[in-house]
């Protein structure tokens, strides 16, 4: 699975965009319910902009791409900061093989979870992380939780 994890390329940006952008709808809306926020500035373009050649997010950020970008992992540091796959491409081992990559190749070892994100906690828990006890409230209205890699 490792030799279809690639640098993010400026060309892959808006499809890095929509895999975000998909997920932030699908998974964090049922809890927020913030229609502007969701639907109003959560939107394809400006996130693709964020990816434009020689910034900070693109040099970061790795894809699963074996013909079609699957998902994404984006590393500061030790730091994932984000892992998203595309739904339709979830449980079918893309988003394991994204996250051993950052711990193999980049010595990723912490990441921060949506609180409410069951399924996300499950992953990391699944992958080697655990719930450190730290707590950080993102945008005054998002509560995080960190994990640490154990193993």
Do not use: C
């Not at 979870?113 to 719930?131: D, H, K, P, S, T």
Request: cysteine-free.
């Amino acid at each position: 699975m490792n030799n279809n994890i690639r640098a993010a390329l400026p060309e892959d940006a808006s499809r890095i965009a929509e895999i975000i952008v998909v997920n932030y709808r699908m998974n964090f809306y049922p809890f927020f319910r913030n229609d502007k926020y969701y639907f109003g500035e959560l939107n394809v373009m400006d996130m693709a902009a964020g990816y434009s050649e020689g910034s900070e997010y693109l040099k970061n950020t790795f894809v699963y791409d074996d013909g079609i970008i699957k998902g994404i992992i984006r590393i500061n540091g030790t730091e994932v900061q984000k892992l998203f796959i595309e739904p339709q491409f979830q449980s079918q081992g893309i988003g394991a093989g994204l996250l051993k990559f950052a711990v193999d190749e980049h010595g990723a070892d912490n990441l921060w979870v949506l609180e409410y994100n069951r399924r996300g906690i499950a992953f990391y828990q699944r992958n080697g992380f655990v719930l450190s006890g730290e707590k950080m409230i993102e945008d005054e209205w998002v509560p995080l939780l960190k994990m640490v890699r154990t193993r």
